[in-house]
């Protein structure tokens, strides 16, 4: 889709919020009929702005009360370290977040995990196993007031 009107953002935000809307309530919230809504929203599907659906969970429920930001510095800036990295980071389990960045760190993760005594394990057995990483400054969340919002959308256009 190379256009969005205010019907497709009105799909988006309601999508984001409640992604198990049904459609008949969806339609009637953004003024469509249920079946000019699902081709909406099929295409939004379609074309890769609705990238999924899933149960988000409650982290301190879900038994991960830590949340860690992790800065990385790497040694050999390139495309295949950039890519070992990335793949390494993906690979462990408690990154629920990462990112190439600029800046005085290379790569910025962020790591879920039950406890403080947890964070170890973790640090010595994942991320300084990485080869390319030189070092790792630590983070750790005190309170975390949104871990995850609804995206904008209203510079779709």
């Not at 256009?3 to 919230?29: K, S, T, W, Y």
Request: glycine fraction near 6%; charged fraction near 25%; include cysteine.
């Amino acid at each position: 889709m190379d256009q969005f009107d205010a019907v497709d953002r009105a799909i988006l935000r309601r999508l984001q919020i409640d992604g198990r809307v049904p459609n008949n309530e969806l339609a009637e919230a953004v003024r469509l009929s249920p079946s000019a809504c699902l081709r909406r929203v099929r295409a939004l599907e379609s074309a890769g702005i609705i990238a999924g659906y899933r149960a988000e969970l409650d982290r301190a429920k879900a038994g991960l009360g830590l949340t860690v930001f992790l800065e990385l510095k790497v040694n050999g800036h390139s495309a295949e370290t950039a890519r070992e990295v990335e793949e390494a980071l993906l690979a462990i389990p408690a990154v629920v977040a990462c990112h190439l960045v600029t800046g005085s760190a290379d790569f910025f993760a962020e790591g879920v995990l039950p406890d403080l005594p947890s964070y170890e394990p973790l640090l010595l057995n994942h991320v300084l196993a990485i080869s390319a990483v030189v070092d790792v400054r630590s983070s750790f969340a005190i309170r975390t007031m949104r871990s995850r919002g609804p995206l904008p959308v209203d510079h779709l256009r």
